[in-house]
């Protein structure tokens, strides 16, 4: 290519203790295009992005801004440079109005005051720029985050960016917001403009992206146009390994309903909890994978915690081995040998500043009591061989867990739970937000557990995760179940359908 | 020193304050002629340096269970209250008692006073666990009333008692050194066994960490909460019949005024964080060294004792400075540590 790069980046090199995020790696971004970065948990996007816009130093390498060759020490430092970024979570004002945000810190003024009509005008005149029908005066915070998103892009531009950053946009958007976004970034990169965009979904990367860099445990996978990169080679650049995995899932399933043990792990009868979850029937035996398919807001994490105790039932009855039994707090839960692992892994699952040995024996030694403390060698024989089991990285269990990659994060919270072989796993969106490798490991986890016999309840909003991991699927809508099938006769058809519109058999 | 050993321990949280105690100590050996003498007179050991001890005692055992109160991401405004029901409960009994000098009297008296420490201690935990009320207004409750019923239980009047066994706990020895040493001593190695050599320490940690994974993955949260408030309730008891003991009287308008705020100030220049969580007993112990080493210090230098106040901002300035990861690096002259920053997550 005949232009030359906007940002040129060499043999980046950024430690952390105990780990090297980037390790020699290279990156170019061209005006006027949109460039995916991509990589697993862990592989060092974020990295990247924050040693380009200075929020970290960096230990090695250069960085070009135009041929220039430029050290920032802040984002703001950056931001005056032209790189302006969008992160996932809006960084801005939610109680002031929309053109006060556009223009927030460099409003035009006039006698020494704020001239608000000029505020005004200029936002107007931006937004209408960008074909975003937004009031400039509303407020921000009564948007839709994807709104939001969309004055936080518009500022961006204001600035004058000639590199724009966008860390996962659209992680919270629905599908017209997505192809509202797009849109704007087509017309930014028209106008010019180099745009950096960061994505899990492969179907957006190859609806928005001309090229990619691909990186994988902070070293360079290498820089490729989109339209010569087919998906399963991108994934296999990204996953370093073959794709077997993900097919050799299809299993058959070990169990019929009809071979199932009789006795369930648990049955629960009637239970629910007014506002939450409609009183449901539900039963899980020994060894097989019952997966809860539904919107978001049916009513299926509302049941898992009911099942586990974290929330109180206000009707029903469980019985965990035919034995009535009464769930009032996870204790009780954990005491009948059920585990539970929250879709929000970092506010109700892990303890940041703990270690990954202390987060991984947490629950077994809550169980225990505090004046029994697992024996030491006990302990670092557990956490060895889980952290081996599970494939942790890094493998050192003395560092913090808030300094895992998302992948990890999560596997060290089921590595607490199994660690306390429970008979029953709830996994509230254990593989939402982390990357094709540990995806693919949870989920051949999950597999594997049920045929040793572990009941497995499986939530998650990609539908086809669900009916591929399950042998039978309970479907939610509007917080009552309306369905249970057994896998031969769920398909995705039958499924969307019945989340849709409600099977028949609808209270 | 081997040099890696040295790194570890410049790079801890422990190493300003143990800078400020060494660098006051250093200013006293200075200024002060004979400030590191010891005597030994009748099998007991006197000096600056048993002063120093002897009159931190009070507020380092305070602090220890302040400490374990902040961990779990609270904070108890109520010890200095404790201090005085505590004082005034026991010299009231004492000088109520047929024959105040008797041994028996001056047991049940501090009995009475540890149990009523216990059920002020379950108050607060009840209010903070139970209830759910933030830490600092729970505790304020009893910080304010507290008074007043210490003045209720002396009915107004400074209670003196003269009973020898009591007086031994502020002002007798053991082992050749001050009884109140001795025990805050015992104390500190006490907790800093249990919560290390069990699974305590982990579980307030992690109570204060992130209380709802805490109580997800099955930890008695309330048990823990409620335990750590009577714990302190227990220590600001224990520091209340020393005061007591040492003046012979209980004067519930002045005993253990503002000891909360030095309790505090002990933990935090300690090292440990009042947003909860990781927690150092050594520390602890360290902060409230280096308070009475700067009190003590402005006492003997001849400095205004009003001015001590004014040391001791001073002090904690410098200290907290020190301990911020920015100044940290700074001083070391390199990018910060990204230690606290989620790192490889992309």
Known sequence: MTTSPVVEMRDITVGFPGVKALD?????????????????????KSTLIKALTGVYGIDGGTIRVRGEERVFASPGAAQEAGIATVYQEVNLCPNLTVAENILLGREPR??????????RRRAAELLA????????????????????????????????AAVLILDEPTSSLDADEVGELFRVIRDIRDAGVAVLFVSHFLDQVYAIADRVTILRN??????????????????????????????????????????????PVLAATGLGRTGAIAPVDLAVHPGEVLGLAGLLGSGRTELARLLFGADHADSGTVAVDDRPTRLRTPIDAIAARIAFCSEDRKGEGLVGELTVRDNIVLALQARRGWARRLPRRTTDELVAKWITALDIRPTDPDVLIRNLSGGNQQKVLLARWLITEPRLLILDEPTRGIDIGAKTQIQRLVVDLAVDGMAVLFISAELEEVLRLSDRVAVLRDRHKVAELPRAEASMGQVMELIARGGSDVA | MSPEVWRRFTASSLFWPVVALVALLVFDAVAVPGFFALRIQDGHLYGSLVDILKNGAPTAIIALGMTLVIATRGIDLSVGATVAISAAVACGWIAAAPDPTSASAAIVGMLLALGLAVVLGLWNGFLVAVLGIQP????????????????????????????????????????GLPVS??????????????????????????????PTAARLAGIRARGITVAVYVFVAVCACLAGLMISSNVTAADANNAGLW??????????????????????????????????TLTTTVYTAGIPPEVTLVFKALVIIAVCLLQSPKTRALLRRTRPAPVREAVAAS
């Open chain 2, 136 to 175: 600092i207004i729970a505790t304020l409750v009893l910080m304010t009333a507290g008074r007043g019923i210490a003045q209720l239980i002396t009915d107004g009047q400074i209670i003196t008692v003269a009973n020898p066994l009591y007086a031994q706990l502020g002002g007798g020895f053991l082992l």
């Open chain 1, 218 to 263: 902070g070293k360079l996978v290498g820089e490729y146009p989109l339209a010569e990169l087919s998906r399963l080679e991108m994934v296999k650049k990204m996953v370093g390994q073959e794709l077997a995995a993900l097919t050799d899932l299809e299993r058959q399933p070990p169990t019929d309903i009809a071979e199932l043990p009789d006795t």
């Open chain 1, 24 to 44: 020699g790696v290279g990156f170019r971004l061209l005006p006027g295009e949109v460039h995916a970065l991509m990589g697993e948990n862990g592989a060092g």
């Open chain 1, 110 to 119: 006039r006698l020494g005051r704020v001239d608000r009509r000029a505020v």
């Open chain 1, 129 to 160: 720029r960008l074909n975003l029908a937004v009031d400039p005066d509303s407020v921000l915070g009564g948007h839709p985050l994807a709104v939001q998103q969309l004055v936080a892009i518009a500022r961006a531009v204001d600035l004058d």
């Open chain 2, 181 to 210: 040493v001795v025990l805050a001593a015992v104390l500190f190695a006490l907790v800093g066994a249990v919560t290390r050599r069990t699974a305590l320490g982990m579980l307030i940690e992690a109570v204060g960490i992130n």
């Open chain 2, 259 to 292: 000891i909360e705020l030095d309790a505090i100030l002990a933990v935090v220049i300690g090292g440990t964080l009042l947003t909860g969580g990781r927690y150092s007993v050594i520390g602890t112990l360290v902060g409230a060294l280096v308070l009475q």
